[in-house]
Each structure stands twice: as structure tokens, then as C-alpha cells.
């Protein structure tokens, strides 16, 4: 395949309702996309999945699009003839950058995809046509409004419910919810906002039957998760964490995780994350796909991963409605807890073109030379 352009573009979508994490609160989505046009026809795309600011992870929305422009694409250009597969080989050179080389790898993917006519969901190798579908759910203002929005997506249908958590946001919500529902799958992530000294305080949640606890430590501190695994009952999982296959089997091998939540971005693409997932497979660690607040176009590339035989839990794949009151693909809607997973070439989602020349907010198109 050979690419003939790349188009960079800047969208930004308003949430549903504010999502406050342990290290910001964001009311809306900006978020960069990429499209590349291939001289046999073919479109790709993919949501690059690096918030504004570098505080989920290192990466911001507007670095990638700098390393993307700068170094990147301009390396996949000079190489001309250009297959998904070899993306991540050509790139390595490159260090870090994980998520503006998945936006790429992913785009690639999906022109090649569309033109095999082969859906992401047969190529990653899926064994089923539906996921079950979680939700993450924010720190709240009050506890009441916390029931009130967790009571909203029981009644929607949501399989697992996942609470945010901080410091002064953690036992007390839990305990709440957990009366509430108690036979709900149900877990937490902290995003990094715990050090060393809380082992004491995350034993507490040991009382809930949670599934998990997500990223509790400093996403370098992957000792710092051991010793907590062996002081906890509950079963730690790295999001944060695992950048990349290596940092996967690492952290299985120190016990840190015993559980992995997969985010295709995080890791620099759908192929690492393939990867990731049959040794977790080999190694008999559960895993589920992670969310990054993507549009329709990420969403459809991630409810296909999740399909695959080792994601056995309900990951962050909710509906297009979780988060946005209209998508710019044909949205996902949940049915009795479940997404289908897209059965179309690539992706398989429609762009709803119209929609996204209304949410631009900057836009530029690369000619390959
Ligand atoms: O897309 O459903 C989603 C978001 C899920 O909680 C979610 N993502 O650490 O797992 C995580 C967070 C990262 C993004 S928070 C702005
Ligand atoms: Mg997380």
C-alpha cells in the first residue's frame, strides 16, 4: 500500500456530564483524529487517544501531533510501500511516543484492512460477535450524586461498574455502592494518586469484593505494586504501567499485576496489544480493554480487541452515549449490557463527515511527497 496523504484534525466534542478523575476534571473531549488516503483507494482511520494535557500519561494532544508531523510521518513517507505490520519496526527508532504511533500503525491498519475487506475483529482474531460492556464512572461531588449516577447505569444495563478514587474518595464511596449493589462486578482505579505509605488504607478495600484495583501507585513505582499485591487480597491491575510488551512481562513477572488492563494507545497500537494479550493468555492473567474517552472511530478498533478469547472481563467499552450526546460514527448502543462487535472492513463504523467538519477545530492535510 502506499499512502498518499495524511489529514491532522482537531475535534472537540462536549461530554454528557463533567468526568473527574484523580488528576483533573474534564468537560469535554478534544481529541486529535487521522485519516490517511492511499494511492489504491482506500481511507484509514484512527483517534489518537493522548489528552490535552500530559496528565493521564506523558503524552498531550498537541505533542503527538508534533512528533506525528515532525518525525513520524515523514519516516512512513520516506519508506514508501507500507504494510500495519511494519509500522512499529520502522518507528522504533523514535523512542516513547506510544500513542501518536498507535494513531498512525492504527490508521494503516484500517486503509489495509478495507482494502483485504477483512474487519478488525477477525484480523485481531475474535472468538465472539458481542463484549460486555463496563463503565468507569468519576469522582463525585456527593455520595448521593455518586448513587444517583451509578443507579443510572445499572438501570442502562451496564455489566461492571469501576469508581474512580483519590485520597478522601475511597472507602466511603466504595462501601456505598457495595451495599447498594452487592453482587455487582464492581472495581476501582486510582490513577496514580496513592503512594507506598497507604498499604494500610487500600487493605480497607479488601472488605468490598472488588474485582480489582487499578493502578493505585506511581505508574514507575512497578515494585511499589508488588509489595502491595502481597499485602492486599485484592488483585492489583496495571494500566498506567504497562507502555509496552516487555513492561507487561516484567510486571507479571515481579507479581505487580495480576490482571492487565489493555489500552491499544498505551502500548503504541492494536498489534502490541495482540501481543500483550497471548501472553496473558500463556500466562493466565485476565484481561479487559481499557477506554480513553474515544469517539466512535476508536471505540469500533476497541470493541473489536475486546472480543478477543482472553478478555475475560467486561472492560471500559461503553456506549457512544457514556460519554457524548452524539457521536461522528453510527453510535454504539448497548443492548442488554453488550456492544456487537463491528463487522465491517476495518473498523467498520461509518464517519459521519458532516458532523466532524462542525466539531473542527483545526484541520491540515500532509501530501506524502
Ligand atoms: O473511555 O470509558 C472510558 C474512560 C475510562 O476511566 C477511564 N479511563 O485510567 O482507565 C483510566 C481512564 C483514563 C482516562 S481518564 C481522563
Ligand atoms: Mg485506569
Known amino acids: 500500500m502506499k499512502i498518499k496523504s495524511v489529514e491532522l484534525r482537531t475535534i ?14 474534564q468537560y469535554d473531549r478534544s481529541l486529535l483524529l487521522l485519516k490517511v488516503t492511499t494511492h489504491e483507494g482506500s481511507e484509514g482511520w484512527a483517534d489518537c487517544v493522548a ?19 515532525r518525525f513520524l510521518l515523514p519516516t512512513i513517507f520516506h519508506h514508501g510501500e507500507i504494510r500495519a505490520e511494519d509500522v512499529a519496526e520502522l518507528l522504533k527508532p523514535f523512542l516513547g511516543h506510544q500513542m501518536a504511533k498507535a494513531t498512525i500503525e492504527t490508521a494503516i491498519l484500517d486503509a489495509q484492512l478495507k ?6 475483529g477477525s484480523y485481531l482474531g475474535s472468538n465472539k460477535s458481542k463484549v460486555d460492556c463496563g463503565v468507569s464512572v468519576g469522582i463525585a461531588p456527593t455520595i448521593d450524586a455518586l448513587v444517583e449516577e451509578v443507579s443510572q447505569y445499572v438501570t442502562d444495563g451496564y455489566r461492571r461498574i469501576k469508581l474512580k478514587i483519590e485520597p478522601g474518595w475511597d472507602i466511603e464511596p466504595v462501601r456505598v455502592i457495595r451495599e447498594m449493589l452487592p453482587n455487582m462486578p464492581l472495581q476501582v482505579d486510582a490513577n496514580q494518586a496513592y503512594s507506598r505509605t497507604d498499604t494500610e488504607l487500600l487493605k480497607g478495600l479488601d472488605a468490598f469484593n472488588l474485582l480489582l484495583i487499578e493502578q493505585p501507585l506511581d505508574e514507575h513505582d512497578v515494585l511499589g505494586h508488588a509489595l502491595l499485591a502481597a499485602s492486599v487480597s485484592t488483585p492489583i491491575c496495571l494500566d498506567e504501567s504497562i507502555t509496552s510488551l516487555q513492561s507487561a512481562r516484567d510486571a507479571i513477572a515481579m507479581k505487580a499485576t495480576t490482571v492487565i488492563n489493555i489500552k491499544p494507545g498505551r502500548v503504541g497500537g492494536y498489534l502490541e496489544s495482540l501481543r500483550i494479550h497471548d501472553l496473558c493468555v500463556e500466562e493466565n492473567i485476565p484481561v479487559w480493554c481499557g477506554g480513553m474517552l474515544e469517539t466512535g472511530v476508536g471505540r469500533a478498533a476497541n470493541v473489536a480487541l475486546a472480543s478477543l478469547p482472553g478478555f475475560t472481563l467486561p472492560g471500559d467499552t461503553s456506549a457512544s452515549s457514556r460519554f457524548f450526546k452524539r457521536d461522528i460514527t453510527n453510535p454504539f448502543v448497548m443492548k442488554d449490557g453488550q456492544l456487537s462487535v463491528p463487522t465491517g472492513p476495518g473498523i467498520g463504523v461509518e464517519i459521519d463527515r458532516d458532523f466532524i467538519e462542525e466539531l473542527t477545530t483545526s484541520s491540515k492535510v500532509i501530501l506524502a511527497p
Open 12 to 25: 472537540n466534542l462536549p461530554l454528557v456530564r463533567p468526568f473527574r478523575t484523580s488528576f483533573g476534571t
Open 51 to 69: 489528552m490535552v494535557d500530559p496528565l493521564y500519561s506523558p503524552e498531550y494532544m498537541s505533542g503527538a501531533q508534533d512528533v506525528l508531523e
Open 115 to 120: 482494502l483485504e475487506g477483512v474487519s478488525f
